[in-house]
């Protein structure tokens, strides 16, 4: 399913912003979608996932509380509230779909992948 990732770009300290993926797949709804960010010379890392329905959720505890993901099936989208953004938050963020079932953080087993998005919080 292809997707796309949008939103990223600079933002101070403290700031918002909200990412987006859109989806031209039409079993949207049949995905559990999450988002990944990667750090310049770090390894990719789960940030939240829903699943398919939109019933349930799951945050990384380094974004939790300040962080919320989302989905519209109707729209195909799936959303990343940002919040509280601090510099350590500055990465590429994906976001990702699979069929897995259920709440997945491991990124070997989501298959569809977008392409990124920078998010840059400037201190």
């Known amino acids: 399913v292809p997707l796309q990732a949008y939103g990223g770009g600079l933002v101070q300290a403290g700031g918002s912003l909200r990412l987006s993926c859109a989806s031209s797949?039409?079993?949207?709804?049949?995905?559990?979608m999450a988002w990944f960010r990667q750090a310049p010379g770090k390894e990719r890392e789960f940030v939240a996932t829903?699943?398919?329905?939109?019933?349930?959720?799951y945050h990384a505890d380094s974004v939790k509380g300040r962080f919320t993901i989302s989905r519209e099936n109707a729209k195909n989208m799936v959303y990343l509230q940002m919040n509280s953004l601090k510099p350590e938050d500055t990465a590429v963020y994906h976001c990702?779909?699979?069929?897995?079932?259920?709440?997945?953080?491991?990124?070997?087993?989501?298959?569809?992948w977008g392409q990124g998005t920078l998010v840059t919080v400037s201190s």
């Open positions: 797949g039409r079993t949207f709804s049949s995905y559990d």
């Open positions: 990702a779909a699979t069929l897995k079932g259920g709440i997945v953080t491991e990124a070997l087993r989501y298959v569809y």
């Open positions: 829903i699943i398919g329905s939109g019933a349930n959720t």
